[in-house]
C-alpha cells in the first residue's frame, strides 16, 4: 500500500529555532508539493518539486523557509528562524505529472508544528 | 475573486439525505476537478475526480461538472454520519500551466443521524 510518509508528525519548538520536516513521496511520483493548512487560511501550496527541480516556490516567504530534495526519496521543508505564526499543519503531496497531463496528488499525514 | 471558492458551510443533512456540495472556479481554462474529503486532524484524501462535462458516479458519490457555467458539485446519495467532514474542491488550470492543485476553503459537511 503505497503512501507518502511524513515526520515528524508532531512539533513543538520555540520561536528562533529550527525547524526541519521531512517526506518521503510515493515511489514512482515526479512530483512533490508542500501545502501549509491554517484555519484562517485554508490550505495553500507552499512549493514544489518536478523530477527534483524547484518549479515554484512563490508561496513560501524566502526569507525564512527553504524547500529541497535531495534525491528522488526525500523532500525537506525548514524554517529558519521559526515564529508563531508558522504554527500549522504542512502536509507534503506526491503525484505523477506526464506531459501536460496531471494526476491526482496523494497527501502524507501531515507535520502538525507549534512554534511557542 | 478566489480562484475557487466554496461555501464554508457547515451544511447540514439527516442521515439518508442527498447532501449537495458545490464548488466555482474562475479560470475558465481549467481542465482537471478534483474532490477531496478531509476529516478533522487527517489529511486530504481524493474521493473522486472529473474532466469531462456532465456526471460522474462511483458509489454514493456523483461529481458533476458544467465548464460553460464554471462550476463542479458532488452528490452523495444516502449520507451516513461518516461522511461528516470538510469536502475540499480542487483545480487544475491554464492559470498555472496546468501544473498545480488550487484548492477551494472547503465546506463542512454534518450528517446527523
Known amino acids: 500500500d503505497a503512501r507518502v510518509t511524513q515526520t515528524p508528525r508532531h512539533k513543538v519548538t520555540e520561536m528562533g529555532q529550527e525547524v526541519t520536516m521531512r517526506c518521503q513521496p510515493i515511489?514512482?511520483?515526479?512530483?512533490v508539493f508542500w501545502y501549509r493548512q491554517t484555519m484562517m487560511q485554508g490550505l495553500e501550496l507552499l512549493a514544489y518539486?518536478?523530477?527534483?527541480?524547484?518549479?515554484?516556490d512563490s508561496g513560501m516567504p524566502k526569507d525564512r523557509f527553504s524547500a529541497e530534495m535531495p534525491d528522488a526519496t526525500l523532500a525537506t521543508l525548514k524554517i529558519q528562524p521559526s515564529e508563531p505564526r508558522d504554527s500549522a499543519v504542512y502536509f507534503c503531496?506526491?503525484?505523477?505529472?506526464?506531459?501536460?497531463?496531471?494526476?491526482?496528488?496523494?497527501f502524507g499525514p501531515g507535520t502538525r508544528l507549534t512554534v511557542l | 475573486q478566489k480562484e475557487v471558492e466554496q461555501n464554508s458551510g457547515p451544511l447540514s443533512v439527516p442521515e439518508g439525505a442527498i447532501a449537495s456540495l458545490n464548488c466555482t472556479y474562475s479560470?475558465?481554462?481549467?481542465?482537471?476537478f478534483f474532490w477531496y474529503r478531509q476529516y478533522s486532524g487527517k489529511s486530504p484524501e481524493l474521493i473522486m475526480f472529473?474532466?469531462?462535462?456532465g456526471d460522474k458516479e462511483d458509489g454514493r458519490f456523483t461529481a458533476q461538472l458544467n465548464k460553460a457555467s464554471q462550476y463542479v458539485s458532488l452528490l452523495i446519495r444516502d449520507s451516513q454520519p461518516s461522511d461528516s467532514a470538510t469536502y475540499l474542491c480542487?483545480?487544475?488550470?491554464?492559470?498555472?500551466?496546468?501544473?498545480?492543485?488550487?484548492f477551494g476553503t472547503g465546506t463542512r459537511l454534518l450528517v446527523s443521524p
Open positions: 503531496a506526491s503525484g505523477l505529472v506526464r506531459g501536460t497531463s496531471t494526476d491526482t496528488q496523494y
Open positions: 515511489l514512482g511520483h515526479n512530483t
Open positions: 518539486f518536478r523530477n527534483r527541480a524547484p518549479l515554484d
Open positions: 479560470d475558465r481554462g481549467s481542465q482537471s
Open positions: 472529473i474532466y469531462s462535462n
Open positions: 480542487a483545480v487544475i488550470g491554464r492559470n498555472t500551466g496546468f501544473q498545480k492543485l488550487v
